[in-house]
């Protein structure tokens, strides 16, 4: 079983930078289709970004695209995702996903079986 742990949320002014991480516990992480999702309060869970296995395909959000970036270091078994020009708006647990033998991305949260407890995102005003 496939577990997920994110780190490097926290408070941040708008126009501020952060850089999530998420590591995976499965040493097959290079075969996993990795993704970010997010969730405000009071709303649905959303779809961020995502990489393929290869790193060949990369898929964002209208909202987050040229402000956000996806990667991973298959070697670390991590994957980040870099986060500038942050707005309020942003503010949102952020979850990382993963899922095996998927070809290309999903942006479905029903693409993927395994998730993280989630990192706070939170962008002040």
């Known amino acids: 079983q496939v577990q997920l742990v994110e780190s490097g949320g926290g408070l941040v002014q708008a126009g501020g930078s952060l850089r999530l991480s998420c590591t995976a516990s499965r040493g097959t992480f290079s075969s996993y289709t990795m993704a970010w999702f997010r969730q405000a309060p009071g709303k649905e869970r959303e779809f961020v970004a995502a990489?393929?296995?290869?790193?060949?395909?990369?898929y964002y959000a209208d909202s987050v695209k040229g402000r956000f970036n996806i990667s991973r270091d298959n070697a670390k078994n991590t994957v980040y995702m870099e986060m500038s020009t942050l707005k309020p708006e942003d503010t949102a647990v952020y979850y990382c996903?993963?899922?095996?033998?998927?070809?290309?991305?999903?942006?479905?949260?029903?693409?993927?079986?395994?998730w993280g407890q989630g990192t706070q995102v939170t962008v002040s005003s």
């Open positions: 996903a993963a899922q095996s033998r998927l070809r290309g991305v999903g942006v479905h949260r029903e693409d993927y079986s395994y």
């Open positions: 990489i393929s296995w290869s790193a060949g395909s990369t």
